[in-house]
């Protein structure tokens, strides 16, 4: 059965600095990747996604993720943090035809 | 990108009463949508599949009878919480795609609170 893990439940930066959210998996067949992002009192937003072809996907917001099957990765980043930025986080799975499953999410704060 | 509607967005009701959540995907038809559950400061816990004319398929632990889905078109899955309690207060998503192996669009998710 695949699972996903997300290193760190809270994440915290100061703004402009580098984001990195760490997201490995487990998975019998290629798996599908996804990066979710939920405000608070709301539903997920999908950031990107990789399905096949180009392991570095870039989403929305600048965010950006890359497709480690050596390393069962797919750690989420983004350059330059910014206040908006401070969210929950979740990495999620998809693989062969089972519902995605998720990770236990990662909350960023970002420092002023 | 697509949207997936719900409504309510907040529901207060009191205990022993049933209350009726729905999900609307706007711009794709899905025979599939989900059903999750989320606690505050956790993950999503899916709850059941909703399969579109034929009976949904619950999670363990899931009461299917507590938590009745309806799927009767390709654009709209109902969750119907019954005999609400207490402890079904929660935050409730769904979610839609336009086929399994898609990208699953959410809801803005229901906050249920049951006195």
């Known amino acids: 059965a695949q699972s996903v893990t997300q290193l760190g439940s809270h994440v915290s930066v100061s703004e402009g600095a580098l984001v990195l959210l760490r997201c490995n998996y487990s998975?019998?067949?290629?798996?599908?990747l996804f990066w979710y992002v939920q405000y608070p009192n709301q539903g997920l937003q999908l950031l990107l996604k990789y399905t096949t072809g180009a392991t570095l996907v870039k989403g929305i917001n600048g965010f950006e993720a890359e497709f480690k099957k050596s390393e069962t990765s797919f750690h989420l980043t983004k350059p330059s943090a910014h206040m908006s930025d401070a969210a929950e986080y979740f990495c999620?799975?998809?693989?062969?035809?089972?519902?995605?499953?998720f990770g236990k999410g990662t909350r960023l704060s970002v420092i002023a | 990108g697509a949207v997936v509607s719900q409504h309510p967005s907040r529901v207060i009701c009191k205990s022993g009463t049933s209350v009726k959540i729905e999900c609307r995907s706007l711009?794709?038809?899905?025979?599939?949508m989900f059903w999750y559950r989320q606690f505050p400061k956790q993950s999503l816990m899916l709850m059941a599949t909703s399969n579109e004319g034929s009976k949904a398929t619950y999670e363990q632990g899931v009461e299917k009878d507590k938590f009745l889905i309806n799927h009767a078109s390709l654009t709209l899955s109902t969750l119907t919480v019954t005999s609400a309690h207490p402890e079904d207060s929660s935050f409730y998503i769904c979610?839609?795609?336009?086929?399994?192996?898609?990208?699953?669009?959410f809801g803005p998710g229901t906050r249920l609170l049951v006195l």
């Open positions: 979610s839609a795609g336009p086929g399994l192996r898609e990208t699953q669009y």
């Open positions: 711009d794709f038809q899905a025979t599939t």
């Open positions: 998975s019998s067949v290629p798996p599908y």
């Open positions: 999620a799975v998809i693989s062969g035809n089972t519902p995605l499953v």
